[in-house]
Structure formats: C-alpha cells, structure tokens
C-alpha cells in the first residue's frame, strides 16, 4: 500500500489487520471533496462495515491518528 509517512503507514497497517475494513486506498493528491466553506483533499478512502452495513468514510488528516492505534 502507498503511504506518505511512517503515521500512514500504521494507519494503513490497522486497515489490513481490521476485519471490518473491506477495501481502503490512498488517495491522490488531485482528489478534492466540497465540503462547507471549503474544498478539502483526504488523505484515504475506507470502506467500512457497520452493523453490517458497508459505509463509505474519507479520512482527512491521517496525522490526527498518531495515537490512535498504539496499545495503552
């Protein structure tokens, strides 16, 4: 998987290891998404089954995960 730094890369670990992640991707720089009073560039794309749906979700700032996926 492509990743931008060593915080994407866990990201991109934790969505291989995760059962309810079915597919999840990089994105490129050129995709933008309008969003209120702005444009914005999420950094991946998940797709994501909850309570056994599948739900599309954009990760915007993949940095704010720094902590997330570090056992306490």
């Given at each position: 998987?492509?990743?931008?730094?060593?915080?994407?890369?866990?990201?991109?670990?934790?969505?291989?290891?995760?059962?309810?992640?079915?597919?999840?991707?990089?994105?490129?720089?050129r995709f933008?998404?309008?969003i209120?009073?702005?444009?914005?560039?999420?950094?991946?794309?998940?797709?994501?089954e909850?309570?056994?749906?599948?739900?599309?979700y954009?990760v915007?700032?993949?940095?704010?995960?720094?902590?997330?996926?570090?056992?306490?």
């Amino acid at each position: 998987m492509v990743y931008d730094s060593d915080i994407e890369l866990e990201l991109s670990t934790a969505f291989e290891r995760s059962d309810d992640i079915k597919l999840c991707t990089k994105l490129p720089d050129r995709f933008k998404i309008d969003i209120p009073r702005e444009t914005n560039n999420p950094d991946w794309v998940a797709l994501i089954e909850v309570y056994g749906k599948e739900k599309l979700y954009f990760v915007v700032k993949s940095a704010l995960f720094t902590d997330a996926f570090k056992p306490s």
